[in-house]
């Protein structure tokens, strides 16, 4: 099934989202065939939560995230500007930041104040607690939310407090899960013999297994790569990570995601491998390379 296009503007988010009176139910109907799915209740069930205890105590999230920090250190690691992927090109921007500690990791997403994104942020929590419902029957283990949590802080607070000065934008959405026991996918092969076909298989098919097994139940997690899937490297279980791509039907541009024996061999072959680097090039030939660079340049604006 293709995935819906949902009318969600790009600019000025709080004022234009308020003036379409675009709604989560709205959202949520654009995005699901199934709106009584038990993904679609978890979102309708976090979101009235999280309302609710905003209306008890406004400073309740904030307090806590600060709190949480502390325990944190402040180490977030982060990444750049990423789009949430609701309606190219008007998708609304967000920046992901995790912090990772002895035995709890806590996500935070640092987005644009619109319905939009909490809608995306909504579904990535509402999808991995349907994963932990489903890792019984499907044999994985995948992390438990213990705890999640959003809040909108001033301009003045984002600029002038220590603690915020780091991110960009002033809706904040946080969640803490523990840590999986395994390694991911990746580090993991390093300790196992691939060359024993019976460990190649085992894992191959466990993991063709948990694939089959999540979609029959309709979670589609469209980013089922080597470093959100966890392996113990003792007994082949299984882990499995990261449910901000996922949906209840497989997104046509991604990858198919098996792991035949031969796939698991190429990626241990590629751990540790050295990177190739470009040789520099001298002076001259970098100087006569960016004039030539130039004229193309020229050459190509003059066609418009």
Known sequence: MPLLTL????????KETNASNITLEDLIEERFNDTNSRVVNFIREINLDVS???????DFFINRF???????KNKFIGHGTRKFDINPPNNPSYRGYVCINENEIIKVINCQCDIG??????KEIAFQKYAEELSLDCNFKTPIISEYGKFEVTNEILMDDPLFKKFKFNCFWYFIMNKLAYNNL????KNINLDNNNNCEIISQKLQNLKNCLETKDLYHND???ENIFLDDQT?????????????????????WNYPCEHLKKIK??????????KRKNKKTRKYNNKKTKKNKNKKMSKY
């Open 66 to 72: 600060r709190e949480i920090s502390q325990n944190c």
């Open 117 to 122: 994104s909490d809608f995306m942020v909504l």
């Open 224 to 226: 089922f790569h080597e």
């Open 52 to 58: 609710s205890r905003e209306q008890k105590d406004k």
């Open 186 to 189: 990746k580090t993991a092969l």
């Open 7 to 14: 009318d969600i503007p790009n600019d000025d988010y709080i």
């Open 269 to 278: 072959s590629n751990i540790g491998g050295k990177r190739k680097t470009k």
């Open 236 to 256: 082949f279980d299984i882990g499995l990570i990261d449910y901000g791509e996922a949906e209840l039907y497989s997104t046509k541009f991604k990858n198919e």
